[in-house]
């Protein structure tokens, strides 16, 4: 699979197999200058989030850039402490004021539980919230809607309960980081998997075995990680805000050996 290829979801809809990523990317001039360069390079699968704080600049730069909005994939979240029926409708409008687009093509509930309680159990809570994401889903103003964070238990939860089906599952996803577990239920569920942080939010680039395997391919170790992610059957996002590598992360048409490929599985 390369990067100008397509991941299909379960309501058939279409999604560019490798995303730019823009958590922590700040809002205004860096994340407007990233986002246009990003779609300069050739990226054309666009993920934000409230929580971000970018929406504004992200869909600004979208609209700026010249491209049929057609022909750009854009995803945004509900934020993870929102967890009842009538804020997520509020934040799923407040959403689309930000971004300026008439549509968007995923929405996501960014976490089953708010960050400041990691791992605690909102199942009741998230099986409400997914009541509203179905309805924004059905009024067209997104294409398709999933969940990002969850675990088996937590999406077996939205599926024992709702009327459409999580289409895309977004977690962190690296080498050293496989989540096998979570993967393997969201594929034999027809959810694709998205894997953000392929680079480990940076911490993965020094690493010794990946770049033995990145020189022998000609490649940086950043470009190995991010192919590492779609060879696994998952849609990477990278992030950036450096021209140079924002268009290095996208320039990965290349085959990791399914030796390497297991080199890499093992290493922690």
């Known amino acids: 699979m390369n990067t100008t290829d397509f991941f299909t979801l379960a309501n058939g809809v279409k999604i560019p197999a490798i995303g730019f990523g823009t958590w922590q990317i700040p809002s205004g001039d860096v994340a407007y200058n990233s986002t246009r360069e990003a779609l300069k390079v050739g990226y054309r699968h666009i993920d934000t989030a409230q929580a971000y704080g970018n929406e504004a600049s992200v869909g600004k730069a979208i609209l700026d850039s010249g491209i049929p909005r057609s022909e750009i994939f854009v995803t945004s979240k509900l934020p993870a402490e929102i967890k009842n029926y009538d804020k997520a409708v509020k934040h799923a409008g407040l959403t689309m004021k930000n971004i300026g687009l008439e549509y968007i093509d995923l929405y996501l ?112 170790v950043a470009q190995v990680s991010v192919r590492y992610v779609i060879q696994k059957g998952a849609l990477p996002l990278p992030k950036s805000v450096h021209p140079q590598y924002i268009r290095q992360n996208f320039e990965i048409n290349f085959e990791i050996s399914e030796d390497d490929i297991s080199l890499l599985d093992n290493l922690k």
């Open 109 to 220: 509930i960014h976490a089953p539980w708010p960050w400041t309680e990691i791992g605690a159990d909102y199942t009741k809570e998230n099986i409400e919230v997914w009541k509203a994401m179905e309805e924004f889903y059905e009024s067209g103003k997104t294409r398709s809607i999933g969940i990002s964070n969850f675990n088996v238990k937590d999406t077996e939860a939205i599926l024992e309960t709702c009327r459409i089906r999580p289409m895309v599952n977004q977690i962190k996803l690296h080498i050293g980081h496989r989540q096998e577990e979570t993967t393997e239920f969201c594929r034999s569920n027809n959810i694709l998997v998205e894997g953000y942080s392929p680079l480990a939010t940076g911490r993965i680039l020094g690493n010794g075995e990946i770049a033995r395997v990145a020189e022998k391919y000609g490649k940086t």
